[in-house]
T-cell receptor
Framework: DAGVIQSPRHEVTEMGQEVTLRCKPI?????LFWYRQTMMRGLELLIY????????DSGMPEDRFSAKMPNASFSTLKIQPSEPRDSAVYFC??????????FGPGTRLTVT | AQSVTQLGSHVSVSEGALVLLRCNYS??????LFWYVQYPNQGLQLLLK??????LVKGINGFEAEFKKSETSFHLTKPSAHMSDAAEYFC????????????FGQGTILTVHP
């Protein structure tokens, strides 16, 4: 299996621009998670989906962040408008209900 | 609510020495427990997990961890460190006996000296 695929791997954008991060989970997995990792706050769960339905979005920092999962093989995390404090590494992970989470390689976002 | 505390943000050992990374958790119900490793510029990779059964669990790369309910601990050990073990290690706890939402510790950076 190819594992969890994330794109882009690196993103540099200016403050105020819209940013879209993409994730393709492992085929057959029914859970999908979005995390953010920073030096200051560590690894934070932003939102997770079960069978394409958002279950818990309590970690989404504010309304500028939104996530969708239109089908079982694709999810997006959008930031609009972006701010410098959104700079972080964003990870996507997927799992089966009875198995552990598998992480993607991450997207390093820099907002200038 | 569950939480995880990793004691020591940085641990340094010599090659061949014992590795001990500490993790304590709190959970209102019996949890599942995990250790993940993150190499530079990579995602997290599962090292080992405790769900039920034997409290001493073995993982990849010679690591093992012991679940001690009385101490609410899940410390990670390896008898002999290798240079390739240098990475950041994360302990995580589930919400109850499930693989769903995890709470991660702050991470411990392991440095291995020649």
């Amino acid at each position: 299996d190819a594992g969890v695929i994330q794109s882009p791997r690196h993103e540099v954008t200016e403050m105020g621009q819209e940013v879209t991060l993409r994730c393709k989970p492992i085929s057959g997995h029914d859970y999908l998670f979005w995390y953010r990792q920073t030096m200051m706050r560590g690894l934070e769960l932003l939102i997770y989906f079960n069978n394409n339905v958002p279950i818990d979005d309590s970690g989404m920092p504010e309304d500028r962040f939104s996530a969708k999962m239109p089908n079982a093989s694709f999810s997006t995390l959008k930031i609009q408008p972006s701010e410098p404090r959104d700079s972080a590494v964003y990870f996507c992970a997927s799992s089966l209900v009875t198995r552990e989470q598998y992480f993607g390689p991450g997207t390093r976002l820099t907002v200038t | 609510a569950q939480s995880v505390t990793q004691l020591g943000s940085h641990v340094s050992v010599s090659e061949g020495a014992l590795v001990l990374l500490r993790c304590n958790y709190s959970s209102s119900v019996p949890p599942y427990l995990f250790w993940y490793v993150q190499y530079p510029n990579q995602g997290l990779q599962l090292l080992l997990k405790y769900t039920t059964g034997a409290t001493l669990v073995k993982g990849i790369n010679g690591f093992e961890a012991e679940f001690k309910k009385s101490e609410t601990s899940f410390h990670l050990t390896k008898p002999s460190a290798h240079m390739s073990d240098a990475a950041e290690y994360f302990c995580a706890v589930s919400r109850g006996t499930s693989y769903g939402k995890l709470t991660f510790g702050q991470g411990t950076i392991l440095t291995v000296h020649p």
